[in-house]
């Protein structure tokens, strides 16, 4: 927590960039992401950088646990597997670790599953699997599919994929589907990764709650447009958080533009960890109001203390039907919670002290 306001953690994914998951024709997509962590930093925070063996790694789900719930002051978080995104192998998170993790941690964690096909049917196919051996709390979509050397993009109004897709999601029971938008992952094209293929699944499918990831870090007003036309749309704030300590004039720039079309009730934190600590982030929005030459720019409301509370976990919660007391009484004497009143934890504890799988590049 953060003095009285509960802190849920939107987007969370330990990356496999060992050496046996690396694709050794991605190098430069590869370096592209380690820059990304590097930039998500700043020069600011140093201790907080992972260097290059720590970073290339099977990244240890126990060094994300700590970084959020030791080093940091979250309380839930929401992990995401995520597919083969063109520079590994295999799954960067795979489902079937995050979910053998999550049900050690069932308190801390929730899980979203993902796919990994065009295929119509063999997604659906793994959606099913996914909701029936692991139970999830929501699907992670990615504008494209990576094999090959290539990265084919798709839309979320497609008919023949992403309609079946969402309909057998919402038939499964899944109410959250987060995809991610913004952030270009090269080859696949870079139309992709804009938001003009959301109005269509957004009427079609009121019963589900879709949440854009990176929201706001490109196509901000057209995003902010999305937002103020439906109610069932959410931004994911990953990325976007990390420029509160390094860019934070664009920080305050898109979320007072967010702000200003849909309100606080519809932006979640999401720190993207391995990607970014936590801590940095939330100790620089803790008590975060919009600087003065700020509000004189651009003419927003100044953020307000319940605006924060939302954001860094109410809504969060609301949407996967969370109490707020209810889940931090389960978690209040918890080992997490024991190590962090001991204090004196370091960042990246847990990958520092040599647990994780690693290699060069």
């Given at each position: ?10 987007v ?50 126990e ?38 993790f ?33 139970g999830?709390d ?5 504008p494209?599919?990576f ?44 139309g992709?990764?804009?938001v ?25 007003e ?11 749309l959410?931004?994911t ?13 664009v ?12 309100g606080?009730d ?37 953020i ?9 976990g ?48």
């Amino acid at each position: 927590m953060i003095g009285d306001t509960v802190v849920m953690d939107a987007v969370v994914h330990p990356y496999n960039l060992s050496a046996a998951n690396r694709n050794p024709d991605a190098g430069e997509q590869l370096e592209a992401v380690y820059a990304a962590h590097l930039l998500a930093t700043g020069e600011k925070h140093v201790d907080y950088r992972l260097d290059r063996e720590e970073f290339f790694s099977d990244f240890p789900f126990e060094a994300i646990a700590s970084s959020l719930f030791v080093e940091s002051p979250v309380d839930l978080a929401v992990i995401h597997a995520l597919p083969n995104l063109g520079f590994a192998r295999d799954y960067v998170t795979d489902p079937r670790r995050a979910a053998a993790f999550r049900s050690r941690n069932p308190d801390r964690f929730l899980l979203y599953a993902t796919v990994d096909t065009p295929v119509t049917d063999a997604a659906i196919g793994q959606l099913e699997w996914q909701v029936r051996e692991f139970g999830v709390d929501g699907l992670k979509l990615y504008p494209a599919f990576f094999y090959d050397g290539k990265g084919d993009g798709w839309r979320l109004d497609d008919p023949d994929f992403a309609t079946p897709l969402l309909e057998a999601a919402s038939d499964l029971g899944i109410r959250n589907v987060a995809v991610h938008k913004a952030l270009w992952l090269p080859p696949a094209p870079r139309g992709a990764f804009a938001v003009d293929d959301l109005d269509r699944p957004l009427e079609r499918f009121p019963e589900l709650n879709f949440h854009i990831v990176h929201a706001g870090a490109a196509f901000l007003e057209p995003t902010a447009a999305l937002l103020a036309r439906h109610r069932n749309l959410y931004a994911t704030l990953e990325s976007v958080f990390a420029y509160i300590v390094v860019r934070p004039h664009v920080f305050a720039k898109v979320l007072g533009t967010l702000l200003r079309a849909c309100g606080a009730d519809r932006l979640m934190y999401g720190s993207g960890t391995n990607l970014s600590h936590p801590a940095p982030l939330l100790a620089a929005f803790a008590t975060y109001e919009f600087p003065a030459d700020i509000l004189d720019q651009y003419g927003f409301p100044q953020i307000t203390a319940q605006d924060r509370r939302r954001i860094l976990g109410e809504n969060a919660l609301r949407v996967h039907g969370l109490d707020g007391a209810t889940a931090l009484g389960r978690v209040a004497d918890d080992e997490f919670s024991r190590a962090r009143a001991r204090g004196g934890v370091r960042p990246w504890s847990e990958i520092r002290a040599g647990r994780a799988t690693s290699g060069s590049v």
